[in-house]
């Protein structure tokens, strides 16, 4: 099995090749092949299975063509600019998020004799945008506040009329805010939610731009691994046409976030966290969502290896920080 | 006011151009020069308003820029490639539906010194795709099953997306069924909703390709144009972000169609419907939406002229017929 990932650079996609690799396989396929694409130059392995590393711009035209030209099986489409690079740079924005899925998913039309790989495509709890209701059910129409959330809401609709015409078998899962995220804050508004326990573990302080009463949708870098990969083996069958669900998680507020943090790191860590509330993040933080039904996902075999925020710290501290933190 | 109408010489295009000009204001604004685009020359109106007609596809790169140039007030973007057509061809529905629309709104975002016209766009019930409850409420989720519904979902998606961004001032808005259709069918697979309906009122035979009992959501193409005049003129703070929603409408089943045509017109009409199955139709209309709350449509002052499927009967009678049919 040949695997193609876009965006193989960022925290997920890295994640994620270094679970295939371990595994071996994806499923009950054995994998030939692994092709890492990201506009940064993707780690080379150090592995006995061939790996091909891309370093390109995907959203340019006529660049992903090469990419699908050897049909890969599973194309896992992680390549996106994230929500606040989108909303600041419009143009980059659409040219990326839309424009390049939509060339992706052209190039696999154009090629002919019945090629039809499995494209997982991920997308985002920012396709709804307030008001909606405490928990996010799943058949709530899709209004997204940012143009992040647009283009991913597009991704998801463009995704389940090529599946519907045969030309891919894809599918869409909006992932939870991914927490804690390991390494250095990217651009994205949601980073504080990682910052305030990930800062804190490693000695650092933290700033808590808002309220402890914000309630937001999480799940650990394992759990969206995991999430991955049954989305690239699953049986698309039960999902009909439409293609795209939210990915289970935990719903927590920053105030129980610090508060795990204080049972599974000790008061001395979470003392670490300092409220500095900023009425810009604030405000964008206000419309997004807080809780979500996730009974379709997991219906359907989606699962999360954390039960309580407590593991999410657990999980932290095992898979980045070998199993030790700074008290 | 100079007001812009994409798709001018489609039904109704021209029964909005007739209203427009007879009002000779939309709202409260004196019309001061018209444009009428169609890839098909729009009829040149005999009237003393300035009128200015181009034949251009609009979704050729450059076409659209020209239109937009002169700043239009009001721009009416019923330009498209109807739903039979954009699964037939792939590439055009998504070309025209698609791409055309959205270099309008960048031919629009192009244009700088605080330009923000009105658009409105005409989006359909055809992103709402089966399974969904019997009444499709205000916050149920847009699952086309249709190339073209898809293409309008993404067109709704990118008109809030821009309006929010503050780019123009836009709102969607889902038209029913138009029923009774004038004219020749066009390859819209809804046809025979009108067809059982016209063609006996002019003494010829029309074939129902379904049964009696399915229902659909209907409007008269006067309760169309009253919706777009409607959607031109009123406040749109009231919308919030959520620029897209379902016309009000009347739910009938053909059976109830043709009792209807039976009460208007005499039993010697409605006779003239001939039972014909034909199961692609079946299937393609198993997928349709039957039913909806317009609520929300309502509250903000859309309107219909009919009360019942008898009076659509009378107003085809009454605007098309010149009062009289063929009994």
Redesign the interface.
Known sequence: MHILILGAAGMVGRKLTERLLRDGRLGKDTITKLTLQDVVAPAKPDTTIPVETVTCDFAVPGAVEPLVASKPDTIFHLAAIVSGEAEAD?DKGYRINLDGTRYLLEAIRAISGGYKPRVVFTSSVAVF?APFHEKIDD???????T?YG?QK??GE??L??YS??GFLDGIGIRLPTICVRPGKPNKAASGFFSNILREPLSGHEAVLPVSDDVRHWHASPRSAVGFLLHAGTMDLQTLG??RSLSMPGLSATTGEQIAALARVAGPKVAARVRREPDPTIISIVAGWPRDFSDERARKVGFTTFEKTFDDIIRIHIDDELGGNFVN
């Open positions: 419009f945008g058949e709530f129409f899709l209004t997204p506040l143009s647009t809401a597009i609709l463009l389940a009329d519907r015409r046409w439409r």
